[in-house]
């Protein structure tokens, strides 16, 4: 099996934007969007991950059954998710328990 040759370059450049997206990671920590935080959290790690799967893992290479596994993993990793969250979304049917109380009888004689 022939693999392709990547220069070096691109590999140095991949990884200087990996640096610089770490950076603006730590640079949106320290800015107050309100709930906007942690979609743009999301949204560069995303583009984190997928430099690494495209270079780094050599999927940008790779033939039709890498990707056919990759899309497969990422819709299980949403199936996944989606049954977290659904039973996360379900829970607030649970009562709350009470506060403990002090004046209550003692059940032991």
Do not use: E
């Not at 070096?8 to 640079?27: D, H, N």
């Amino acid at each position: 099996m022939s693999h392709p040759i990547v220069p070096q370059k691109t590999y140095v450049m991949v990884f200087a934007a990996l640096i610089c997206l770490t950076i603006l990671t730590t640079g949106v920590a320290f800015i107050d969007l309100g709930p906007m935080n942690t979609v743009a959290a999301l949204v560069i790690a995303f583009a984190k991950m997928m430099l690494v799967i495209l270079f780094f893992m050599g999927v940008r290479h790779s033939g039709g059954l890498v990707r056919v596994i990759l899309v497969a993993s990422f819709f299980w990793l949403i199936l996944l998710m989606a049954f977290v969250m659904s039973d996360y979304r379900t829970r607030s049917w649970t009562p709350a328990p009470d506060a403990w109380s002090t004046t209550a009888p003692p059940t032991h004689p």
